[in-house]
């Protein structure tokens, strides 16, 4: 069956998927032929997303990398991208090509938004003399000419084109986009209404909600660039005479919630002797609550210590979990903090719509609290330690003492507190080292072991 014989697009994908399942449980040996005949058709037709989908299921990743650049899913691409680095150069080049108005394979646009081609620049590109100004191509939505116009015109006019652009995908809801922007041409600080665009974009990509069971490569891509995006942005500044001290503190926060979050998604996703690493930073990032989605950081770091056999702790973070499951349903309800009293973790939370866990499995974690409560060897409270200049009992994840209010240094890899008179690297020295790989993640563990 062909589009030759029907028009109806949905009939068609549905045929051939089960020509691709007939594929599978009957003639094994001839899945790789059938899957690319039927990947080859649905791009044919617009369906891209479950063309490259299939493609992805006979590791054909770079056929499955195409299909997605031609669809203008550049997010997807890059997903995959992530999860084969050795790719990361021709997404790049494509990319590059897409916003230079070169040319490379076009598709039909996608229907019943599968996906959808970037748009295409006719072959005269713009330039200082054509008398498109910058603005005038931002208006009509021509990005590629506007960055060939503002390359031609020098730095200035590119800080500008990045603002124009990243504006204009802020106000159409494709932050990722706009953080990839921000990371190929640049972040301008020429004003402060620049520094709050970046912190809108960075909050947008960290505090979105998304079920557990959604795969890291959907959304841990855009998170890794808009840390490296406030990375570069704090570093320059840093070094930027006259710079909004709270500005930078804000930008600061922004990056080290990235940075924490990044580094929590390695060690759970490596797990075995790491478990304990990502048990800590999970303590770390609910101090995060009111920037990434509080059902989350709650739950994580419940089942972390539940994992790590703290069930004090476990009880203590699963039941506020519970607790912030309810006020989404209900904002209007009171929510008991006498367990984060005399701590730093905020009382403000990030509710999301949508929730990390489904409902049933909110169910079974109600039920295994309500268990634990029967406990009586456990009890609902979090581990503390003595502060090293009053002595007073302070929750073991809090940087500021809640007597003396003494402040603690974070540590570079799990975010709690480091005491004094131990060995501390300097954070710019650690940043780059430990995500440009020229200091082996092994030695970052063994360096927060050894506090």
Not at 51 to 75: C, M, P, S
Not at 297 to 321: D, I, M, P, W
Not at 392 to 407: A, M
């Amino acid at each position: 069956v062909t589009n030759n014989h029907s028009k109806d697009l949905d009939y068609l994908e549905e045929i051939w998927e089960k020509a691709v399942e007939l594929a599978m449980s009957k003639v094994p040996d001839r899945i790789p032929e059938v899957v690319s005949e039927v990947s080859r058709r649905l791009v044919d037709i617009g369906r891209y997303e479950p063309a490259a989908e299939f493609l992805e299921g006979i590791d054909a990743h770079k056929d499955a990398i195409t299909v997605y650049i031609r669809a203008g899913l550049w997010d997807k691409a890059r997903a995959l991208v992530n999860l084969h680095p050795q790719y990361q150069q021709f997404v790049e080049d494509q990319y590059q090509k897409q916003m230079h108005g070169g040319g490379g394979p076009t598709a039909p646009a996608a229907t019943r938004g599968h996906g959808r081609m970037m748009p295409e620049s006719d072959s005269a590109a713009s330039g200082p003399g054509t008398g498109d100004s910058l603005q005038e191509l931002a208006k009509r939505g021509d990005w590629d000419r506007c960055v060939q116009v503002a390359k031609q015109m020098g730095p200035e006019a590119i800080d500008q084109y990045v603002i124009l652009h990243g504006s204009a995908l802020i106000r159409q809801k494709q932050s990722d986009q706009a953080a990839h922007i921000f990371l190929l041409y640049g972040t301008p600080i020429s004003s402060p209404s620049n520094i709050d665009l970046y912190k809108q974009v960075a909050k947008d990509i960290l505090g979105r909600g998304r079920p557990s069971t959604q795969p890291d490569g959907a959304w841990l891509p855009a998170t890794q660039e808009v840390r490296e995006v406030l990375y570069k942005l704090w570093t320059n500044m840093r070094s930027t005479a006259g710079i909004d001290q709270k500005q930078l503190k804000e930008i600061e926060k922004l990056m080290n919630v990235a940075h924490y979050l990044c580094l929590f998604t390695a060690c759970k996703t490596k797990g075995g002797a790491l478990n304990e690493i990502a048990q800590r930073i999970s303590l770390t990032l609910v101090r995060y609550c009111d920037i990434l989605p509080a059902d989350r950081v709650f739950y994580e770091a419940g089942q972390a210590c539940k994992g790590a056999g703290k069930l004090n702790q476990a009880f203590v973070f699963t039941n506020r979990f519970l607790d912030i499951c309810d006020a989404m349903e209900d904002p209007d309800a009171d929510l008991d903090n006498a367990d984060f009293e005399h701590t730093d973790v905020p009382f403000d939370f990030n509710l999301v719509d949508k929730p990390f866990i489904s409902e049933d499995a909110r169910e079974e974690v109600r039920d295994w609290v309500l268990q634990l409560s029967m406990d009586q060897k456990v009890e609902p409270v979090l581990d503390m330690k003595a502060c090293y200049k009053c002595s007073t009992q302070i929750y073991e994840g809090s940087l500021t003492c809640s007597n003396c209010s003494v402040q603690f240094k974070p540590c570079v890899v799990t975010g709690l507190p480091v005491p004094r008179g131990r060995g501390e690297l300097p954070p710019d020295e650690v940043y780059v080292n430990f995500h440009n790989g020229s200091f082996g993640f092994k030695d970052y563990c063994d360096f927060n072991l050894k506090l």
